[in-house]
Nanobody, 121 residues
């Protein structure tokens, strides 16, 4: 069974920083794209950042220049460094991983449980 465990959320003042982590564990053969999404009530989940296995990131326009995604393939972990945070960044942040499990060629998407990020003075 594969699990994604997120950490690092919390309350921060506008202009502050937070670093989210998401570690995948279980019967994993290979992890491809790892992504961060966020969601606020009554809105659809939106893609914040995605990073390929080779380490090439892409960002939503709203976070470009403020957020940085990285990954450690040896640890099956993806990070999201969030700087210059704004109140509109407040949301539940979810990580996802597109991966294949041992003894299977299928690529499936798995999700973390979500971590709350609140930006407020």
């Amino acid at each position: 069974q594969v699990q994604l465990l997120e950490s690092g959320g919390g309350l921060v003042q506008p202009g502050g920083s937070l670093r989210l982590s998401c570690a995948a564990s279980g019967s994993i053969f290979s992890i491809y794209t790892m992504s961060w999404y966020r969601q606020v009530p009554v809105k659809e989940r939106e893609l914040v950042a995605a990073i390929t296995k080779g380490g090439n990131p892409n960002y939503a326009g709203s976070v470009q220049g403020r957020f940085t995604s990285s990954r450690d393939n040896a640890k099956n972990t993806v990070y999201l460094q969030m700087n210059a945070l704004k109140p509109e960044d407040t949301a539940v942040y979810y990580c996802s991983a597109d991966l294949s499990e041992r003894d299977s060629t299928a690529i499936k998407r798995y999700w973390g449980q979500g971590t709350q990020v609140t930006v407020s003075s």
